[in-house]
């Protein structure tokens, strides 16, 4: 897939989506209204913010997107919002270790489909990596990993939330490689509040009556880990793998924590603490061995590693 060189370094503009990212959980356990409605306004906010850009650059692209194309990033849509609705439903049920624990095996099938869908094949080294950083998940919640009962209901719907959130990163992968970022992006956010205005609706939810300050921080979901966050890593599936992004949003629990210390000073736990080391070492060595088997990084030819198929 051949593209336009990027402005800037797709590997530097994941990170700071990672960084992005991380805010999500802060600003969500700020504001004071049920969790699909949250996730409904950080969606219908974003599509606002976003409709002008879009309409200037991208309006003569949308009238020519093909009902393939079309119906592909509805689907995308559909799928984010289905993951939202999941995951945050599963908090109900389990603990926010358990689940945050489960949804973070995304990588393993975005690698998976990545490599069926699109042949992206990835160096023992980034396997490697890979396996670093969900390990790291994993000792962050082992503590808190439960079975049967109400938790095991929690545990599939947060399982089921990263099948979900690994749809819509492949299907990413594959139509950034033909449309332009706001066109896409427009198409499915705007797909995915639809379907959240659907479950809300469904579950008669007050959409109106919240604090002022709760509607701050819908907006700043909207501006900081969707704008900054999730389109910044669609913007990135145009010149980078699926893989690199999946994995990399492995970084997002550490962000968190970090942040939580400091805004609601949550002191995290020492295993914690080993398994985000272990998460961002993980990252580090995949990132790094992707960027080198692209040869965006100089290394001699002799030194090429061999790639798992």
């Known amino acids: 897939m051949k593209c336009s060189k990027p402005i800037i370094n797709p590997y530097l503009a994941v990170v700071l989506g990672v960084l992005a990212a991380a805010f999500s959980s802060i600003f969500t356990k700020l504001a004071q209204a049920p969790?699909?409605?949250i996730a409904f306004y950080r969606l219908s906010f974003t599509v606002l913010l976003l409709a002008p850009a879009a309409y200037v650059t991208g309006r003569s692209e949308l009238k020519r997107i093909g009902r393939k194309d079309l119906l592909l990033a509805v689907a995308?849509?559909?799928l984010l919002a289905l993951h939202f609705a999941v995951w945050i439903t599963s908090l109900n049920y389990t603990t926010v270790a358990s689940s945050t624990v489960l949804v973070t095996m995304q990588p393993l099938f975005v690698i998976i489909?990545?490599?069926?869908?699109y042949q992206e094949k990835l160096t023992r080294r980034g396997l490697t990596g890979a396996a670093m950083a969900l390990l790291g998940s994993i000792i962050i919640g082992i503590n808190d990993f439960r079975v049967g009962g109400q938790a095991l209901w929690?545990?599939?719907l947060a399982f089921a939330g990263a099948v979900f959130v690994a749809?819509?990163?492949?299907?990413?992968r594959k139509l950034r490689a033909k449309l332009s970022l706001f066109s896409y992006v427009i198409v499915v956010y705007g797909a995915s509040a639809l379907t959240l205005l659907v479950f809300s609706l469904a579950a008669n939810l007050p959409f109106f009556s919240y604090e002022s300050s709760t509607w701050l921080w819908f907006l700043l979901l909207a501006v900081v880990p969707t704008i900054f966050g999730h389109t910044v890593f669609n913007?990135?599936?145009r010149y980078v793998k699926a893989a690199v992004v999946s994995v990399s949003i492995l970084g997002e629990p550490v962000g968190a924590t970090i942040l939580a210390y400091f805004i609601f000073h949550e002191v995290p736990s020492l295993l914690q603490l080993a398994g985000g080391t272990i998460i961002i070492t993980g990252l580090y060595v995949f990132i790094?061995?992707?960027?080198?088997q692209r040869q965006e990084l100089p290394?001699?030819?002799?030194?090429?590693?061999p790639t798992v198929s």
């Open 35 to 37: 969790p699909l409605i």
């Open 76 to 78: 995308s849509g559909i």
């Open 113 to 117: 489909g990545g490599y069926f869908l």
């Open 154 to 156: 929690g545990d599939l």
């Open 167 to 172: 749809g819509y990163v492949l299907i990413g």
């Open 235 to 237: 913007w990135a599936l």
């Open 288 to 292: 790094f061995s992707v960027a080198v």
């Open 299 to 305: 290394v001699k030819e002799k030194n090429a590693e």
